[in-house]
């Protein structure tokens, strides 16, 4: 009886997570442009998004965003944990510190302190302002990716390099660096989602000639539900579940 | 060994310059900044002013910041509410790797792709609306959308995931036999739940808090998207001294507020793990 409950409990939670977005990607299908009632399955609203030249801009300039941003953060964030884990110098602990702080700050800090960092430089914003904002938030989420597969390390692995005569970029480059490879491409795949799916901070640092998908679709959304909205929300939430079950998987395998 | 030096060297001047330039030097800005008085040309005017956090205090805007309080800690606790037993349950159950996905794809879906699907089911004629007339409890469609309901239901909706993981992650970890233990020696059920269960999992407690309560502050498209004219949340007020108002010291004190809470929140974290005796788990990995 008891767990009977607990099943019943279960279910209702995931219910409510789950149904709205069941609903969305039923809808993506629905051959109707006003009623909520079934009226047959169509593909017409991704056939319609193709012609959307606007739409179409947009997701491409999204897609360049997050697969710059993401591929730097990672390489940035890989060679941060490395150093975080093997180093000491002096402001590691508050750099560590620091990159916590941008994980836990809400969003609209950030886009806020962005947005006045780069107009007191002059720099306008647009695409690289964007590139700069997406890769500063990914950077934390690639080195505590990272930084925890690295502490699972034997160090002994390390050491017999170093004993070989490896010097510190050679012990990296063919040692270490193969070994994270899991924990870089599961880091990887975390900041292109995020990137992606990145509204607030988007919101402030991208500039009037610069227009990507969350931000289009959100001055869409504002105007109320459209099929075409609904089928470009499903495509994106398709890209969210295939980067977070590869990445999952990457890091289970990786385990063994 | 000039080598070794050469890339530590590198490396080191690589991640320190930019969490240097992108991350503490804007920050110090906003501070700076909310220290500043306004001005209608250059944003700022270099006169010492401490009128950008007299303004907080008007009641109009004190007000907004208390209602915008109010839904992040409504939100927070309906969130540990619902998924404190949740996260307890994923963790007993034997299924518990697929379920643990199954929170960690909304964990990561797009917030506003999650609140327009809300609004799809919510709007007079979507899914709710039309299951309550099917069932005849409801002859009209109830106006559920643009309601402050919608906004509190909307964050509940978005943040309950980044409640439950911090929490599955502290409970996982946790030995049942300390339960059967405190049974054994007489615990009733609220003692147990008083004496073993919060003191363990309080980490995780914080941690939850900290990921629902800061965003449930700033999440300016929730109320703009499922709110009435007149929902605002903290991150709207923000948003606007910074498009609309155009006034960066006002923008940057309310700010600076967000801050705070999060210094203090993220100091009580630490001050849990130290008292749990797990100085290395968790966040502070």
């Not at chain 1, 390489?75 to 560590?96: C, D, E, N, Q, S």
């Not at chain 2, 309950?160 to 992650?169: Q, R």
């Not at chain 2, 009435?228 to 309310?254: C, D, E, V």
Request: proline content about 5%.
């Amino acid at each position: 009886m008891k767990r009977t409950a607990g099943i019943v409990y279960m279910v209702m939670i995931y219910g409510f997570l789950y149904l709205p977005i069941a609903v969305l990607i039923v809808y993506s299908f629905n051959d109707t442009r006003f009623s909520s009632n079934w009226q047959g399955f169509t593909f017409k609203w991704y056939a319609e998004l193709l012609d959307n030249r606007m739409l179409l801009d947009s997701l491409g300039n999204s897609l360049l965003v997050a697969l710059i941003s993401s591929l730097v953060a990672t390489g940035i964030g890989t060679l941060a944990a490395v150093a975080f884990h093997r180093y000491r110098f002096p402001g590691r602990k508050l750099l560590y510190g620091l990159l916590y702080v941008v994980m836990m700050s809400p969003d609209i800090v950030m886009g806020i302190s962005l947005l006045m960092f780069f107009i007191l430089l002059g720099v306008t914003t647009g695409f690289f302002t964007l590139v700069l904002s997406h890769i500063t938030f990914c950077l934390p989420f690639v080195v505590v990716t990272i930084y925890a597969r690295i502490a699972d390390f034997d160090p002994n692995v390390i050491e017999a390099a170093k004993d070989l005569g490896a010097g510190e970029y050679q012990a990296f480059r063919h040692v270490i660096l193969p070994l994270l490879l899991p924990a870089v491409a599961s880091g990887w795949l975390l900041s292109f989602t995020l990137s992606l799916d990145d509204v607030i901070v988007s919101f402030f640092v991208t500039g009037p000639t610069f227009e990507i998908l969350p931000l289009k679709i959100y001055s869409m959304v504002r105007l109320g539900v459209k099929p075409e909205v609904n089928a470009l929300s499903t495509l994106l939430l398709a890209v969210t579940l295939v980067s977070v079950f590869a990445s999952h998987w990457l890091v289970k395998e990786n385990r063994r | 060994m000039t080598e070794r030096s050469a890339f530590k060297t590198a490396v080191v001047a690589v991640v320190g310059f930019w969490i240097v330039a992108f991350v503490f030097l804007p920050n110090l800005l906003v501070l700076v900044a909310s220290f500043l008085e306004r001005d209608e040309t250059a944003f700022l005017r270099r006169v010492f002013s401490l009128g950008a956090y007299r303004g907080l205090l008007d009641p109009q805007i004190a007000g907004i910041f208390t209602r915008s309080m109010g839904y992040a800690a409504g939100t927070t606790a309906l969130c540990l509410l619902i998924g404190y037993p949740f996260a307890f349950l994923l963790a007993r159950n034997a299924h518990r790797r697929l379920l643990l996905v199954l929170i960690i794809i909304p964990f990561w879906t797009s917030s506003l792709v999650r609140t327009y699907a809300l609004i799809i089911v919510l709007k007079a004629n979507g899914l709710v609306n039309a299951l309550l007339q099917a069932a005849g409890l409801i002859q009209e469609p109830l106006p559920l959308l643009y309601t402050n309901g919608a906004v509190f239901i909307g964050l509940v909706y978005t943040l309950l995931p980044f409640m439950i993981l911090p929490l599955y992650a502290a409970i996982e970890k946790f030995d049942p036999r300390l339960v059967e233990a405190g049974y054994d020696l007489g615990a009733s059920r609220l003692q147990v739940l008083r004496h073993i269960l919060l003191p363990v999992s309080l980490p995780g407690i914080i941690a939850g808090s900290i990921m629902v309560f800061l965003p449930a502050l700033g999440l300016f498209y929730v109320p703009d998207l499922l709110g009435g004219a007149k929902s605002m949340l903290l991150g709207n007020y923000i948003k606007n001294q910074f498009l609309t108002a155009r006034n960066w010291p006002a923008g940057a004190a309310a700010s600076m507020l967000l801050t705070f809470l999060m210094g203090l929140l993220l100091w009580a974290y630490f001050a849990s793990l130290r008292r749990s005796g797990d100085p290395g788990g968790g966040l502070a990995r």
